[in-house]
């Protein structure tokens, strides 16, 4: 029983480190784009962001900011992009008021790390702050009622 017990554990270990590696990877230079020598953590069984080490300082991902929180989930959520669209499985990335909890200094490295991942992939953004993602490019989509649609 503890050589089958070693044995799932090592399986496991294995394909978990499969799974991260490459999430870890196309993550890595985005992260260092906001937060320049830091690196992210995750939990071994949840396979989740578990904390950030940003100088030296290690921080649990419960007690980071609601921004920097945002921050990460958008950050893998374009590694996860960039991962489906090297694999052949292109899927878009959509993105409903995601960086709302920003500040403007860290809202440009955000976009920053959107634009470079936007050259190879679909990015739509809805967002009520019109003006901070104009910088962004892209198309701009407006509601018009039906009768002015038609003409």
């Known amino acids: 029983m503890q050589r089958l017990d070693a044995a ?3 399986a496991r270990a294995s394909a978990r480190d499969r799974y991260v590696e490459p999430v870890l990877t196309e993550l890595a230079p985005l992260v ?5 020598e830091a690196e992210l953590q995750f939990d071994a069984d949840t396979l989740l962001p578990s904390g950030l080490v ?5 921080e649990d991902f419960g007690v980071l900011s609601g ?3 945002e921050q990460i989930a958008l950050l893998v959520r374009l590694a996860f992009a960039r991962i489906l669209a090297k694999a052949g499985s292109p899927a878009p990335l959509i993105l409903d008021d995601a960086i709302v909890y920003t500040d403007d200094d860290r809202i440009e490295k955000m976009f920053d790390a959107i634009s470079r991942q936007a050259n ?3 990015i ?3 967002s009520c702050r019109q003006k901070a993602f104009r910088g962004l490019g892209g198309q701009t989509l407006s509601i018009a009622p039906a009768s002015e649609a038609t003409q």
């Open 8 to 10: 799932l554990e090592e």
């Open 32 to 36: 260092r784009m906001l937060w320049p």
């Open 54 to 58: 940003r100088a030296g300082t290690e």
């Open 67 to 69: 921004g920097t929180q």
């Open 120 to 122: 190879d992939l679909q």
């Open 124 to 126: 739509i953004v809805f």
